[in-house]
């Protein structure tokens, strides 16, 4: 395949960007996306230009690490990926692909397509745990029971890979995805219950302290989430928010 | 200098608790004076730096990452083992550190292998504690399901996300002292050098990699959990930021390093398409409880099918080649990992082959979803004749338990592995070997700790399924916490380490100096045109099977790319800013000096054990030949000025407790 790259060029957080056109030819369809700018890089290299910066680790869709905009959307047209995991064979011979970073006033750019998204951690910080000391002297695993549909419920919110596409892809940029997850996560579990109010009160300030939007139900973060982190998950949080305003 | 491995006195099954009872303890009121840099935050660096931080530390974490929760223990697919005897299969401590001592071939340290079975138990009640959704049962107790080389069931599991789950158990714990100031994170920045001062690692100079500067940092002592090194061969399972330069830079300044030569290849792998790969997905190990191993019996047959003539569905049943089950009757499917990879490499080698480059086997679940289904209509009095009600209710099941990993392997591969058999093959996963540290987990650098897939100790020349995981929280939550503080109690006097001693003057100054040399080459050829190369010769001739002469060429081909390396590497923009380029060729420049000491080691040991199979030493029917009398030791080298001039040191493997016996599965 033929392509044509239109791609955000950014220097660092200070000055401005813009996008910038690349030519690439022999692209595989069996080749990831990320494949696909590795050999653009390589090219670049080669010409003695400065290669595109774009975040990636594992390369298999779990460390949350990789981000992109492609084409307007998170992670790309495929459904239920990340960026690492899609793959050529989603586009056409011939195709313009556009390429921007995750865009939010809370993931302000490093460099091209980097961002930093330190902010997900603060948020993780004020609450995302349960204060248990790693004494090893807790009680046995098995002494308290969890009904299988509640591990199973906090098992699925908890596949969170932490990558932003849902603040990337909210048009009020919010992280109510991101922090239900977490929120829900513990709420389900009994482990979880006992500071369950404080959690969700500290998590949630903090979450607007650092400038993320608020929800308005469009769901759009839902059907880009590559987990497929349910909506319910916002709706579970709001609750146990209100159950702990009232307390 | 003579190798201790402080093993205490005693029966095996009281050390541990012994020693605990006898070491020095530092006072709540002196821990708040004492330092300690933890390097990487996977399971082993997250667990050890939130206790540390808990315990009272101040505690520096670095990772190379945006984030401490992105390590690569994050992919860690199929789950966790402890001796919890929750299935009543006859699991106790003793039957795990035997099974874990028989995967590894009998080159792990006994003393160490027994406390990490002691531990175990304790690492499944903590992550429940901490929120860890392990899989349960409709009773609401936790589940289990069996691994490789092992006849119980003693593995947790949270679906094919295990590590991800335990990781952000750990992820959460570093998270509380975060925000209580306990924990100093350091995002995105790299370890480039390890500062000694008297004799006693004192600090490290690391990269801020954003903005490019060198900075350094003190502590009492420096724990390094910077994982494995199989990014040397190129192509692995790792992740692609993986690298071993912490720990080489700890090696060359005194570290020895042990066993580099015990790689663990795994044997399901989605294998390789063509040369822009740049890496090799995993397919969980668990997979082996259901899927059954094949290729085609008949040569022509193989042969169609690599030129698309004849799908993998059409062979008939007595065509086709279990070959584990019918080598391994007494294990089948579920042999350990280097045996099952070697069986697929000899078949692919004999020409059977499935894939367009005969580098393929099939991993197939039609008996498995056929066997659930029809368990499934017992269950709830349906027709056991309706093949299709059959399929539909088998596919649930299977699909219930490893969704997310047929998910993925149709994204890669574009074919739905629920009709056709998945294809796999052999990879780079893991490496056993790693920094020589004593039963303290401290390396041969006072006061230099190492963790995890970091260190050697635990798994010998092979690791069983699932024991990764749980031997970095062992060494993180259990074992560090309680060594360290031996040796920080002479520390509580000691005061700050100042940073502008000379020591740390010389090893800032080595580390500009490299920077420079790489940026200021203008050389022809981008960093992974070297690191191809690399992983070429490694995966040729240091790989799945090697040979004296492989090895012997190996090592002056790697020594030789070393050399073009520094010539003829560019690395494009500016080392004072955010710079991926000078990233990678800074870990690309360690593993081309750790290629050579790894094809050294390979060499110099004469024998088959677990991942490390040599040519001129194997049974008639192709079994690795250990030799017990000559090598019955750990090989822990020292550096000095170049990997080729490594100095041996023997660590001799003395076994107590259990008998050294042929391995055998059949």
Excluded at chain 2, 51 to 77: M, W
Excluded at chain 2, 541 to 564: S, Y
Aim: proline share 3%; with cysteine.
């Amino acid at each position: 395949m033929n392509l044509t790259l239109k791609i955000w060029r950014q220097n660092n957080a200070k000055e401005a960007g813009k996008m910038v056109d690349y030519k690439i030819n022999n692209i595989s369809p069996d080749m990831s996306f990320l494949e696909m700018l590795d050999v653009l890089n390589n090219e670049l290299i080669e010409k003695g230009e400065d290669p595109v910066a774009f975040d990636h680790d594992c390369r298999e869709g779990i460390c949350g690490m990789c981000s992109l905009f492609i084409n307007g959307e998170a992670h790309g047209p495929d459904r239920g990926v990340t960026t690492c995991q899609l793959h050529m064979r989603m586009f056409k011979d011939g195709d313009t692909i556009y390429i921007e970073p995750f865009r939010a006033k809370a993931f302000p750019v490093i460099k091209d397509l980097v961002v930093d998204r330190t902010a997900f951690d603060k948020i993780q910080h004020a609450g995302g745990f349960v204060s248990v000391n790693t004494s090893g002297n807790t009680q046995d695993a098995n002494a308290i029971p969890i009904p299988k549909h509640d591990a199973d419920r906090a098992f699925d919110a908890a596949t969170c890979i932490g990558c932003g596409a849902c603040v990337a892809t909210c048009k009020n940029s919010s992280a109510m995805l991101f922090v239900s997850a977490k929120v829900s996560q513990f709420a389900l579990l009994p482990q979880g219950k006992v500071e369950a109010a404080d959690r969700v009160r500290n998590m949630v300030e903090e979450m607007d302290a650092l400038g993320f939007g608020n929800c308005t139900n469009t769901g759009a973060c839902e059907i880009e989430c590559p987990k497929g982190i349910s909506l319910e998950n916002i709706a579970r949080m709001n609750r146990e928010y209100l159950k702990a305003s009232i307390k | 200098m003579k190798l201790d491995s402080k093993i205490p006195q005693g029966p095996i099954d009281k050390k541990w608790s012994d020693y605990k009872n006898h070491i020095k303890l530092v006072n709540p009121a002196n821990k708040r004076n004492i330092d300690v840099i933890v390097v990487g935050t996977g399971l082993a660096g997250g667990s050890a730096a939130a206790t540390l931080a808990e315990l009272g530390y101040n505690v520096k974490a670095f990772c190379y990452q945006d984030s401490p929760r992105r390590a690569h223990s994050i992919a860690a697919q199929g789950g966790i083992n402890a001796s919890k005897n929750y299935q009543g299969d006859g699991d106790s401590v003793y039957r795990l550190f035997y099974d874990t001592v028989k995967g590894g071939d009998y080159r792990a340290r006994e003393a160490n292998v027994y406390r990490l079975a002691e531990v175990s138990e304790n690492i499944i009640d903590q992550c429940v504690a901490q929120g860890v959704p392990f899989a349960r049962e409709y009773g609401g107790l936790l589940d289990n399901r069996s691994f490789g080389g092992v006849q119980v069931s003693r593995t947790f599991y949270a679906k094919g996300q295990t590590g991800q789950q335990l990781l952000l158990g750990a992820y959460s714990a570093m998270n509380r002292q975060i925000g209580r100031g306990k924990i100093q994170m350091y995002n995105r920045h790299e370890m480039l050098d390890i500062v000694k001062v008297d004799g006693k690692a004192r600090g490290i100079i690391a990269r801020n990699l954003i903005n490019g500067e060198i900075e350094r940092h003190s502590a009492h002592a420096v724990v390094i959990c910077t994982g494995g090194y199989g990014n040397v061969f190129f192509l692995s399972t790792n992740a692609m930021g993986s690298n071993v330069t912490a720990a080489w830079k700890a090696h060359k300044r005194g570290a020895f390093f042990a066993n580099p030569c015990y790689t663990q290849i795994h044997p399901t792998c989605i294998p390789v398409t063509g040369d822009h790969q740049s890496k090799l997905t995993l397919m969980s190990e668990s997979l082996r409880n259901d899927g059954r191993i094949w290729v085609p019996k008949k040569m022509e047959d193989a042969v169609a099918i690599r030129e698309g003539r004849l799908k993998p569905t059409q062979i008939a049943e007595e065509d086709r080649d279990y070959y584990l089950e019918r080598r391994y009757p007494s294990f089948g499917n579920l042999v350990p990992r280097d045996v099952a990879s070697r069986a697929a490499k000899e078949r692919c080698d004999a020409g059977y082959g499935v894939n367009a480059t005969g580098e393929a086997v099939y991993l197939d679940f039609a008996s498995a979803i056929d066997r659930y289904g029809k368990e499934q209509a017992r269950i709830h009095h349906l027709d056991e004749n309706d093949a299709k009600l059959i399929y539909k209710l088998g596919k649930e099941v299977v699909e219930n338990k490893y969704g997310n990993l047929f998910q993925m392997y149709e994204k890669i591969v574009d074919e739905d592995p629920y009709t056709t058999p998945m294809m796999i093959y052999p990879a780079v996963h893991y490496t056993m070997g790693g920094l020589w540290v004593d039963y303290n987990l401290m390396s041969t650098i006072e006061g230099c700790y190492v963790l995890g897939e970091a260190n050697f100790s635990d798994h010998g020349a092979n690791r069983l399924g699932a024991s990764a995981l749980m031997q970095g929280l062992a060494d993180g939550y259990f074992v560090l916490p309680y060594t360290i503080g031996d040796y920080l109690a002479n520390d509580i006097r000691t005061g700050k380490i100042p940073t502008d001693l000379p020591e740390f003057e010389e090893a800032e100054k080595n580390v500009r100096n490299i920077i420079d040399h790489l940026m200021n080459n203008k050389g022809t050829h981008s960093v992974d045109y070297f690191h191809k190369k690399l992983g070429k010769i490694m995966w040729d001739k240091v790989g799945m099977a090697r040979n004296a002469q492989g090895l012997t060429e190996a090592m002056d081909e790697i020594a030789q790319l070393r050399e073009e390396f520094y010539k003829d590497v560019k690395v494009s923009g500016t080392a004072e800013s955010f710079n991926q380029e000078l990233e990678k060729a800074l870990r690309v420049a360690d593993f081309l000096e750790l290629g050579e000491l790894f094809a050294k080691d390979a060499l110099h040991r004469e024998e088959s054990c677990g991942g490390h199979f040599r040519e001129e030493h194997q049974t008639e029917d192709g079994e690795a030949k250990r030799d017990d009398e000559n090598f019955a030791y750990v090989a822990a080298w020292e550096y000095k000025g170049n990997p080729r001039e490594s100095v041996l040191h023997k660590e001799d493997l003395v076994y107590e407790n259990i008998k050294l016996v042929t391995r055998s599965y059949k």
